[in-house]
C-alpha cells in the first residue's frame, strides 16, 4: 500500500528567495539610514590630540634658519700673479694688521721695477745736466748784462762831460754829438739786456716745472711699481683669524685668484634664508628671537639682500643684546622671524588637522566630551605654535588638533576611552 509523502513546509528555493529579500530590505534600510543620518566613528582618546582654544597674546611669526657668520669677513686675494714662494703662516692662527702670510715671485714685475728706477735715475741724471747748462747760461747772461751796465755808465759819464764842454766852446760839436749817440745805444742795450734776463728767468722757471712735473709722474710710476712688487707679499688687512689659506709652495696664482680669507673675532651675525613669499614683508629693524641654553636670544634684521636664489632670499641679523657663550662660526639657529606686533587673539595650537581641513573646519568636542563634531571656522594669521581665530572657535572649547588622516568624510567621532 502507497504511504503518501508529507510536502515540506519551507523548501530549499523559498528559503534562498526570503533570505534574499530579507537581505535587500536591510539594505534599503541602511541606504536609507546613511543618507537621513549623520555618519559616525569610534576613537580612542588616547590615539589623538586634543587642544584648548584660548585667549592670549598673538605675533605672527615664521621659522627660518640661520647660519652664525663672523660680524665682518675680509676675503684675500691676489693683488698681482705669481709663484708660491714661502707660506708664512697656516690656518686658523690669529693674526694681526700687517702680519706677512705668505709671498710670491714674478720675475717679469721684479724686471719691470728695475727699468723704472733706471728711468727714473737716467731723468734725474738729465734734470742735473738741464739745470746745470740754465745756471751756466744764466751767469752768461747777468755778465754780459754787467757789461753792458758798465758801457752805460762810462757812456754817460763821456756824454755829460761833453756836454759841458760843448757849452763851454772846449770841443767841437762832432765830438759832443758822438758821445751823445753813444749814450743813447748803450741805454738801450742796457733796456734789451734786460729784457733778454726777464726772458731767460721765465724760461728757466718754466723748464724747471716741467721737469718737476716730469719727474714727479716718473716718481709716481716708480711708488706704483714697488707697491705692486710689495703686493707679492700678501699681508693681512686686518686683526683676525685666519680661517682659510689656499696656497701651497710652488702654486701658480694669477692676478684676482682667492688665496684664503680672515674673519674679524669682535663679535658675530646670523645669516638667514627665507622663502621668497615674504620678501615684501621683510625689511631693517625686524627682530627675531631664538633659544639656546634654556634662555632666549634676540636678534635684528640689518640687511636685506633682495636677490632671490632657488626661491629664496638672504638678510643679515645682528644680536640685539648679548651674545650666547660659547657660540661658534657655522652654527646653525632655529629663528622665529616676527612679522607683526604683538595682539590679543583666540588661539589653537598648530597641528595635523589642517592638512586635511586646509583651516575650514574643525572637529570640536562636545560639552559631555563624548563626542566630537565638524565645526565651520576662519583662520587667520599664524606662528610657530599657533593660529589666528577668526570665527568659530570660542576661548575655553575643545578641539581635535592631530591629524584626521583616518577618520575620512566622517560628520562625528564618538570618544572611547
Known sequence: MDIPIE?????????????GILLLLCFIVFVIASASGVSKLNVEIERMSISTVSD????????????????????????????VEEKYVEDG????????????????????LVNQETQVYNLLT????????????????????????????????????????????????????????????QKERMKLSGEILKEDS??????????????????????????????????????????????????????????????????????????????????????????????????????VYTQVTSGRFQVDMQFADSVPQGIRRGQTLQIRLALSDEKQAVLIPKGGFFQQTGGNWIFKISEDGNTAYRTDISLGSQNTEYYEVLSGLNPGDKVITSSYDNYGDVKELVLKE
Do not use: W
Not at 12 to 17: A, D, G, Q, V, Y
Open 7 to 19: 510536502k515540506k513546509r519551507f523548501s530549499t528555493k523559498k528559503i534562498l528567495l526570503y533570505g
Open 56 to 83: 592670549g597674546v598673538f605675533q605672527e611669526n615664521i621659522p627660518v634658519n640661520g647660519i652664525v657668520l663672523p660680524i665682518t669677513t675680509i676675503y684675500l686675494d691676489a693683488l698681482e700673479g705669481g709663484r
Open 93 to 112: 692662527e690669529v693674526l694681526e694688521i700687517g702680519d706677512p702670510i705668505l709671498r710670491l715671485s714674478n720675475t717679469d714685475l721684479e724686471l719691470s
Open 126 to 185: 738729465q734734470m742735473q745736466i738741464s739745470q746745470n747748462a740754465a745756471r751756466q747760461n744764466t751767469i752768461n747772461k747777468l755778465n754780459q748784462y754787467t757789461d753792458v751796465e758798465s758801457s752805460l755808465i762810462e757812456s754817460k759819464r763821456v756824454y755829460e762831460l761833453n756836454k759841458v764842454l760843448h757849452e763851454k766852446g772846449a770841443i767841437g760839436r762832432q765830438d759832443f754829438i758822438k758821445a751823445e749817440n753813444d749814450y743813447n745805444y
Open 202 to 303: 721765465i724760461a728757466i722757471m718754466q723748464e724747471n716745472e716741467q721737469v718737476k712735473s716730469s719727474y714727479a709722474r716718473t716718481q709716481s710710476a716708480l711708488d706704483l711699481m714697488r707697491r705692486k712688487v710689495a703686493d707679492l707679499v700678501v699681508k693681512s688687512p686686518i686683526a683676525g683669524q685666519l680661517t682659510s689659506l689656499d696656497a701651497e709652495i710652488g702654486q701658480s696664482k694669477n692676478k684676482g685668484d682667492r688665496l684664503g680669507q680672515i674673519d674679524v673675532l669682535s663679535g658675530f651675525k646670523v645669516r638667514a634664508d627665507i622663502d621668497e613669499h615674504y620678501i615684501s614683508r621683510i625689511y631693517t629693524g625686524q627682530t627675531g628671537s631664538f633659544t639656546m641654553n634654556d634662555q632666549s636670544y634676540s636678534l635684528v634684521i640689518k640687511k
